[in-house]
């Protein structure tokens, strides 16, 4: 039986970026043969990576990359925040978010099917990724945006990629005006653009349920139509980026900021991090000592 240094594992840790401890056992699995051992991890960071599947990835980052007329903007997720702050995660996502921009792929299939500059498809990047880091990982979702010269971007990360905007300005090219749309929308989470998005079966829903709210406070029925349209126009500025109050300057809405530097809101893209998926309660300490028996 060969003698396991630290050496050895440390050369292993090196080769293969993979856990001290996953080291170790590899090479005691093969009796210190780095070869076999590399083989052994690449199995096993594979295995694990199909074995953490049902794990929910609930944490991560946005990110948003703008080159010339092209910007993306993409979710990532992992399991835990620690690792969203992991080097080695924040480099995935920087790689996607480039390949994402060259390939403008049509779909998350597509890009997880897609080939990188390296070679090796999406998916099988991310599965290496995920034998290296030792976390389930996903590409979650992402959207291609482009633009004219005439028209800006946006590119707002807020939290350090808690929350991710992308907006789309047309009639300017100032990037900053841009960006400062980002930020209220990052702040505000507005559904839509303007109220012509909305289709007419969603306000006339909100106008049922307004009606009758109106008319369970006692109101008389011939001034509930009036209070029922005064609702609806506060429902709209709710959710209607143009209809909100400036964060940067609540006295004007966002329509008359971005009037006033002569452009439109053509579209934007929200991400917040794990919205709509189930976080995984576990004890870290718990967590921390099932490592240490491995």
Same mark, same amino acid.
Not at 122 to 141: F, Q, T
């Given at each position: 039986?060969?003698?396991? !240094?630290?050496?050895? %594992? &440390?050369?292993? +840790?090196?080769? !293969?970026?993979?856990?001290?401890?996953?080291?170790?056992?590899?090479?005691? $699995?093969?009796?210190?043969?780095?070869?076999?051992?590399?083989?052994?991890?690449?199995?096993?960071?594979?295995?694990?990576?199909?074995?953490?599947?049902?794990?929910?990835?609930?944490? *991560?980052?946005?990110?948003?990359?703008?080159?010339?007329?092209?910007?993306?903007?993409?979710?990532?997720?992992?399991?835990?925040?620690?690792?969203?702050?992991?080097?080695?995660?924040?480099?995935?996502?920087?790689?996607?978010?480039?390949?994402?921009?060259?390939?403008?792929?049509? =779909?998350?299939?597509?890009?997880?099917?897609?080939?990188?500059?390296?070679?090796?498809? /999406?998916?099988?990047?991310?599965?290496?990724?995920?034998?290296?880091?030792?976390?389930?990982?996903?590409? +979650? +979702?992402?959207?291609? &945006? !482009?633009?004219?010269?005439?028209?800006?971007?946006?590119?707002?990360?807020?939290?350090?990629?808690?929350?991710? %905007?992308?907006?789309?300005?047309?009639?300017?090219?100032?990037? =900053?005006?841009?960006?400062?749309?980002?930020?209220?929308?990052?702040?505000?989470?507005?559904?839509? /653009?303007? +109220?012509? $998005?909305?289709?007419?079966?969603?306000?006339?829903?909100?106008?049922? %349920?307004?009606? $009758?709210?109106?008319?369970?406070?006692?109101?008389?029925?011939?001034?509930?139509? &009036?209070?029922?349209?005064?609702?609806?126009?506060?429902?709209?500025?709710?959710?209607?980026?143009?209809? $909100?109050?400036?964060?940067?300057?609540?006295?004007?809405?966002?329509?008359?900021?971005?009037?006033?530097? *002569?452009?439109? %809101?053509?579209?934007? /893209?929200?991400?917040? /991090?794990?919205?709509?998926?189930? &976080?995984?309660?576990?004890?870290?300490?718990?967590?921390?000592?099932?490592?240490?028996?491995?």
């Amino acid at each position: 039986m060969a003698t396991i !240094t630290a050496q050895m %594992v &440390k050369e292993l +840790r090196e080769k !293969t970026g993979a856990g001290m401890m996953d080291c170790k056992k590899a090479l005691t $699995q093969t009796d210190g043969d780095m070869d076999k051992a590399i083989d052994f991890l690449r199995e096993k960071g594979m295995a694990s990576a199909a074995k953490k599947a049902d794990r929910i990835a609930a944490e *991560g980052l946005t990110s948003v990359v703008v080159n010339g007329n092209d910007a993306v903007i993409l979710e990532v997720n992992a399991e835990t925040d620690f690792v969203a702050k992991n080097e080695g995660f924040q480099t995935l996502v920087k790689e996607l978010a480039e390949h994402l921009l060259a390939a403008k792929p049509a =779909d998350v299939d597509a890009a997880l099917a897609s080939t990188m500059a390296n070679g090796a498809t /999406v998916a099988d990047h991310i599965s290496a990724a995920i034998a290296k880091i030792g976390e389930k990982m996903n590409l +979650r +979702r992402f959207e291609v &945006k !482009t633009k004219t010269d005439n028209d800006a971007f946006g590119a707002y990360l807020h939290m350090g990629g808690r929350i991710g %905007v992308l907006t789309v300005l047309e009639g300017t090219t100032d990037a =900053d005006t841009a960006k400062d749309v980002s930020m209220h929308i990052a702040a505000l989470n507005p559904k839509y /653009v303007s +109220r012509d $998005q909305i289709s007419a079966e969603e306000v006339e829903h909100e106008r049922e %349920v307004l009606t $009758q709210q109106a008319l369970n406070e006692g109101k008389p029925e011939k001034i509930v139509v &009036k209070m029922v349209e005064g609702r609806l126009g506060k429902y709209f500025e709710d959710i209607c980026l143009l209809d $909100q109050a400036f964060v940067k300057d609540s006295d004007q809405k966002v329509r008359k900021f971005v009037e006033s530097k *002569g452009a439109t %809101v053509r579209e934007f /893209v929200r991400y917040e /991090v794990g919205e709509g998926l189930e &976080k995984r309660e576990e004890n870290f300490a718990e967590e921390v000592m099932n490592q240490m028996k491995k």
